[in-house]
Nanobody
Framework: QVQLVESGGGLVQPGGSLRLSCAASGIIFSFYNVGWYRQAPGKQRELVAGMTSGGLTNYVDSVKDRFIISRDNTKNTTWLQMHSLQPEDTAVYYC????????????WGQGTQVTVSS
């Protein structure tokens, strides 16, 4: 069975940094595009950073200069390094993996809370 497990969330002050991790099991990780999504209360879930199985990345404009997505297929893990965090970054962050070709196989983690507050 497939599991994606996020960790690394927490409470930070504005300007601080956090590193989120997502460990996958039950899939051949290298065959999946991965992404980090976030959802704040009352708002739509949005893709903040993604990386294809081939290593191409994309970011939502609001985080492009502050966040970095990475992955290590030998560790079945993707990370989201977040810098210069602001209150508007407060959300539940979710890890996602989707098969790079089929498009019908998609998995989600349970989410980890990131709160940016003074």
């Amino acid at each position: 069975q497939v599991q994606l497990v996020e960790s690394g969330g927490g409470l930070v002050q504005p300007g601080g940094s956090l590193r989120l991790s997502c460990a996958a099991s039950g899939i051949i990780f290298s065959f999946y595009n991965v992404g980090w999504y976030r959802q704040a209360p009352g708002k739509q879930r949005e893709l903040v950073a993604g990386m294809t199985s081939g290593g191409l990345t994309n970011y939502v404009d609001s985080v492009k200069d502050r966040f970095i997505i990475s992955r290590d297929n030998t560790k079945n893990t993707t990370w989201l390094q977040m810098h210069s965090l602001q209150p508007e970054d407060t959300a539940v962050y979710y890890c996602n993996a989707v098969f790079f070709r089929a498009g019908t196989e998609q998995y989600w983690g349970q989410g980890t809370q990131v709160t940016v507050s003074s």
